[in-house]
């Protein structure tokens, strides 16, 4: 069960990091990605930040390796925003949930083009 501050802290974690990808995170290989989630574990050792890239596959990898290559600024970054006592190591992970959504409207819409739905 997960605790109202880990909660809290997720959804600030989010909130930072979009502003700080929003105001310009000086690494040319973050594209077009979107902060959908932050997981933070009950002991606040761990933070899974889940993330959308819009582009082709090679550019979400290449999003998804800079952010893991910068996770340590960006949190040192939030560490001074946010302050907690120990700040969570940062992970980030893509987003399998939008990705599983628009392969079952793909496949919901070719069912409905071959009219078996």
């Keep these: 069960m997960k605790g109202v ?22 690494n040319p290989n973050v594209g077009l990605v979107s902060i959908s989630h932050v997981d933070v574990t009950p002991d606040i050792s761990y933070a899974t930040v ?36 120990k700040f969570p190591e940062l992970r980030f992970v893509f987003d399998e949930g939008e990705r599983h959504a628009a392969r079952i409207d793909e496949i919901l819409h070719e069912l409905k083009k071959k009219g078996e739905l």
């Design 50 to 85: 889940k993330i959308s890239v819009i582009g082709s596959r090679q550019e979400q990898m290449k999003s998804l390796n800079a952010l893991q290559q910068s996770a340590g600024f960006i949190r040192s970054h939030l560490a001074k925003l946010i302050k907690i006592h």
């Design 5 to 26: 501050r880990t909660v809290r802290l997720g959804a600030l974690i989010q909130k930072e990091i979009s502003t700080l990808l929003h105001n310009g995170l000086k």
